[in-house]
Structure formats: structure tokens, C-alpha cells
């Protein structure tokens, strides 16, 4: 009796550790995980607010920003090759990207905290169709610090044509929100 009482003080322990601050929004330079069910969060225009520069060097060498997609809409996944649901939401983006491309609609990816092989096999068996930052550091992702948590991956954001963040999805995005909140966004 007394050790199985033991067990379950010593699994209370383990499990208030791991639960951490459970207070909203990890802190800077918190770099815990953080979950989401994919859920697109839509943001009313006169609320929006202006996406920061990203610029950064792909996985194939190549440049890319999201200044270069000024007066476009603009999605926005931040994965890593090492994320399941990551894996998971690769061909629902890769769908999408696909359907949306001749109505002006962009993708870009930034890969998060990955090694770049890893990164690359994973673009390679995954063909999205579209460009990755490799932001190994995470500097991009600590660049929407307040919109999207710091460790929250995957992430979706649609950027609207004024450069605002018009949507955000923590999680893997599930199709039909992602191609309705991008067509609403796209038709606004």
C-alpha cells in the first residue's frame, strides 16, 4: 500500500512538472510545445495587425519574403519535419496551394527548429509546390511572438493583401477551414 501511494505522489509530481504554466501564452523563451486542434481563428479587418518581415534563405538556396508577395494573399505554415501533425497537414497545404494558385493566393513555409536534411527529405517526399524558409534558429517564428506562441507548430496564418494577419490556425489546419477562411479572405 504505502509504495502505490508512493507511485502516485511521485506521478502527481511528474505531471504538474510537465503541465508547467498553464496560464494562456508560453512566455518568451519558452519553448515548450503547444497544441492546438486547427481551428481557423479569423481576425476582423479593423484588427489586424501588420505581419512582420520575413525573409530567409530556402530549402533549395534559393531567396524568399513575403515582401516579394505585396497585394497577394499570403499563407503562412510554420513545420518541421520532425512534427507529426506537420507531417500529417502536408498534403491538405499542398492540396490547397495547388487549387488556389491562379487566384493569386501564395504559400510559403518556414521550417522550424529542423535539421536541414531532415527538412529537405521532407520537401522532397512531400512536393509541396511551394518555398520554405529554413529558419533553424526559430527568428521567424519569434517575429510573431503574440500571434502565434513561440513553440506552437504547426501554424497557419493567412496574410491578407494590405500584409495583415487576417487568420491563424494552431494545429494541423483541416481543408475546409483553410479553404474557406482563404476564400473569404482572398474575396474581401
Given at each position: 500500500?504505502?509504495?502505490?501511494?508512493?507511485?502516485?505522489?511521485?506521478?502527481?509530481?511528474?505531471?504538474?512538472?510537465?503541465?508547467?504554466?498553464?496560464?494562456?501564452?508560453?512566455?518568451?523563451?519558452?519553448?515548450?510545445?503547444?497544441?492546438?486542434?486547427?481551428?481557423?481563428?479569423?481576425?476582423?479587418?479593423?484588427?489586424?495587425?501588420?505581419?512582420?518581415?520575413?525573409?530567409?534563405?530556402?530549402?533549395?538556396?534559393?531567396?524568399?519574403?513575403?515582401?516579394?508577395?505585396?497585394?497577394?494573399?499570403?499563407?503562412?505554415?510554420?513545420?518541421?519535419?520532425?512534427?507529426?501533425?506537420?507531417?500529417?497537414?502536408?498534403?491538405?497545404?499542398?492540396?490547397?496551394?495547388?487549387?488556389?494558385?491562379?487566384?493569386?493566393?501564395?504559400?510559403?513555409?518556414?521550417?522550424?527548429?529542423?535539421?536541414?536534411?531532415?527538412?529537405?527529405?521532407?520537401?522532397?517526399?512531400?512536393?509541396?509546390?511551394?518555398?520554405?524558409?529554413?529558419?533553424?534558429?526559430?527568428?521567424?517564428?519569434?517575429?510573431?511572438?503574440?500571434?502565434?506562441?513561440?513553440?506552437?507548430?504547426?501554424s497557419t496564418l493567412i496574410i491578407d493583401k494590405q500584409g495583415r494577419i487576417a487568420a491563424r490556425a494552431l494545429g494541423a489546419v483541416k481543408y475546409s477551414d483553410?479553404?474557406?477562411?482563404?476564400?473569404?479572405?482572398?474575396?474581401?
Amino acid at each position: 500500500m504505502r509504495a502505490t501511494s508512493l507511485t502516485l505522489v511521485l506521478l502527481a509530481a511528474l505531471a504538474a512538472g510537465c503541465a508547467g504554466n498553464q496560464g494562456g501564452q508560453p512566455q518568451a523563451g519558452d519553448t515548450r510545445f503547444v497544441a492546438g486542434d486547427g481551428t481557423m481563428q479569423v481576425f476582423a479587418a479593423a484588427d489586424r495587425k501588420s505581419a512582420p518581415a520575413v525573409e530567409g534563405t530556402t530549402l533549395d538556396g534559393s531567396s524568399a519574403s513575403l515582401a516579394a508577395h505585396k497585394g497577394k494573399v499570403v499563407v503562412l505554415n510554420f513545420w518541421a519535419s520532425w512534427c507529426g501533425p506537420c507531417r500529417g497537414e502536408a498534403p491538405t497545404l499542398k492540396d490547397v496551394a495547388a487549387k488556389t494558385k491562379s487566384s493569386g493566393v501564395e504559400f510559403l513555409g518556414v521550417d522550424f527548429k529542423d535539421r536541414q536534411a531532415d527538412a529537405q527529405a521532407f520537401e522532397r517526399t512531400e512536393q509541396t509546390g511551394y518555398p520554405s524558409i529554413f529558419d533553424q534558429p526559430g527568428k521567424v517564428a519569434l517575429s510573431f511572438q503574440g500571434t502565434v506562441p513561440p513553440a506552437a507548430i504547426p501554424s497557419t496564418l493567412i496574410i491578407d493583401k494590405q500584409g495583415r494577419i487576417a487568420a491563424r490556425a494552431l494545429g494541423a489546419v483541416k481543408y475546409s477551414d483553410l479553404m474557406s477562411t482563404l476564400t473569404k479572405v482572398r474575396d474581401e
